[in-house]
Each structure stands twice: as structure tokens, then as C-alpha cells.
């Protein structure tokens, strides 16, 4: 089984930043994307950004230019750079990667609990 576990979300005034986090274990062949969602209430989930295994990114244009999308391969982990907060980034952000466990397995993807991001002043 694959586990992801988030950090970094809080409280941070318009105009500010915060670093999100999602690490995997887990029982981990080789991991493919790795994807930032966000859910805000009364909204559909929706993508902020992806970084495929090469390194190739894609970003919502509500957050090109502000939010950073990182990996680590070596940890496992993606991080999510976020400047420039505005109220309407306030969401419960949930990270999801393409893993496959196995050579044989198929991928499957697995995603975080969340964190919430609450930016007010």
C-alpha cells in the first residue's frame, strides 16, 4: 500500500507564502505524476498543478506565476511553492501521484488527506 502525507498548510495574510509538502511511502515501484489539487467549499476539486516524472509542469492559470511545483525523487516528495496568496486560494489542498508498485502492476493513484490553506487577513 502507498501512503501520501501532506504538511504545511496554515493561516497567512493576503500577499503572503507558504510551502506545502506531500511525501510517499509505502510499497513504491516507481512514481509518475505528482499533482497538486485544491477543493474549496462549495467547488468542484480542481488541478493547480502537475509535474510529470521528466520534469515537465502544467499549472491552472489562476496560479501561473505565483505557485512553484517542485520534486524531490530521491524523498519521494512534491512540494508546492505558493507567493503572492490571494483570498481566493483559500482551499483544502490534496496531493495526488501516479504510482506504480510493482514493474507488473498497472499505475494507480493515491492521494493525500489534505491540508487547508486559509488566506485572510
Known amino acids: 500500500q502507498v501512503q501520501l502525507v501532506e504538511s504545511g498548510g496554515g493561516l497567512v495574510q493576503p500577499g503572503g507564502s507558504l510551502r506545502l509538502s506531500c511525501a510517499a511511502s509505502?510499497?513504491?515501484?516507481?512514481?509518475?505524476?505528482m499533482d497538486w489539487y485544491r477543493q474549496a467549499p462549495g467547488k468542484q476539486r480542481e488541478l493547480v498543478a502537475s509535474?510529470?516524472?521528466?520534469?515537465?509542469?502544467n499549472y491552472a492559470d489562476s496560479v501561473s506565476g505565483r505557485f512553484t511545483i517542485s520534486r524531490d525523487n530521491a524523498k519521494n516528495t512534491v512540494y508546492l511553492q505558493m507567493n503572492s496568496l490571494k483570498p481566493e486560494d483559500t482551499a483544502v489542498y490534496y496531493c495526488?501521484?501516479?504510482?506504480?508498485?510493482?514493474?507488473?502492476?498497472?499505475?494507480?493513484?493515491?492521494w493525500g488527506q489534505g491540508t487547508q490553506v486559509t488566506v485572510s487577513s
Open positions: 509505502g510499497n513504491i515501484f516507481s512514481i509518475y505524476t
Open positions: 495526488k501521484f501516479g504510482v506504480q508498485v510493482s514493474s507488473t502492476e498497472p499505475l494507480n493513484n493515491y
Open positions: 509535474m510529470a516524472r521528466g520534469g515537465s509542469t
